[in-house]
C-alpha cells in the first residue's frame, strides 16, 4: 500500500509538468487549451477563463441567439466596387439599418469582417479588407455608435469566397457585421439579464436615442 501512495504522489508532478510543457505555441498544447466558442467573447480575444465562465453562465447561447436576430432583422453584409473601400448609397442605407438596430441594443459587442475577390495579391488584399472593415466602423460611428462596442478586428481578404471563382465577383468583396458578445460593465450584463436583452422588441422605425446623428462615436463613449 506505501508503495501505491509513494508511485501516486510521484505521478501528480509529473503530470503537471507534462501540462505545463504543453506552451500555447505546441500544436498539443494548443489543443488541450482551446476552448469551444472562443469565436466569441466580451471583447477578451483567447481568454479562456472568460469563455469558460460564459458557457457555464448559458452566455454564449444567449450571443448566438442574439446574432441570429441581428441577421435576420437587418442585413449584415454590404458589398463594394472593385479594388474600393468607398461606400455607395447602397451600403450607407444599410448600414444606417445596422445603426439604428445596434443603438437599442447597448449591452452588445459588434465585430466587423472585410472581405475581396480573388484578382491581387493576398497580401493586399487583406489590407483591402481591413479598409472596408474599418470604414464601415466609421460610418456606423457616425451614426451614433460608439467606437468602444465596434472593432475592425478581422481582414479575410480573398480567403473566404462566398463565390469560388478567381475572377472579379462582386459578391465577394464585402463587409461582414456580427454580435461577438456583450459589454462586461452593462448593469444589464453584470446583473446576468440576458435573456432582457435577447427577446427586447427591435422596433425599425426606432430613432436614436439622443435624437442625432451625424456624430462622431467618441462622444458617445461616456454614456456606454
Known sequence: MQGHSTMRLLITPIALLALVGCSADDPAGQSFFREAGSDIDGGHFGNATMNNTQIMSGEKDFVVSLAK???????????????SAELDAGARDTLRQQAQWIRQFPEVRFRVYGHADKPGSNAYNKQLGMRRAQAVVAFLSSQGVSRSR????????????VIATEGRDRRNRRAVTEVTGFLRNHPNVMDGKYAQVVYREYVESATSPTGLSGISGSDFQASE
Open 69 to 83: 436576430r441581428f441577421s435576420k432583422e437587418v442585413p449584415s453584409t454590404i458589398n463594394f466596387a472593385f479594388d
Open 150 to 161: 465596434l472593432e475592425a478586428v478581422a481582414s479575410f481578404g480573398e480567403t473566404r469566397p
